[in-house]
């Protein structure tokens, strides 16, 4: 998008995600972790991932 002093817009690109890309995602991680393929987060570094999020 631009301007009217001709100054362009910065985008910042986020990936969009439909429900079923997001859930097919998530299925996927849980066999991974099931699998050993990708490591369990602790209770600690999932807390500490949300109170991240939510500053």
């Known amino acids: ?3 009217e002093d ?3 817009e910065m985008s910042v690109e ?3 995600k ?3 890309e997001s ?3 998530s299925i996927q991680e849980v066999k991974d972790m ?3 393929k ?3 987060k602790t209770w ?3 807390y500490n991932e949300i109170k991240e999020d939510n500053d």
Request: hydrophobic share 25%; aromatic share 4%.
């Open 1 to 3: 998008m631009c301007y």
């Open 6 to 8: 001709g100054e362009e």
């Open 14 to 16: 986020t990936p969009l």
């Open 18 to 20: 439909t429900p079923a």
């Open 23 to 25: 859930l097919e995602k």
């Open 34 to 36: 099931r699998d050993g």
């Open 38 to 40: 990708l490591r369990k």
């Open 44 to 46: 600690d570094e999932l």
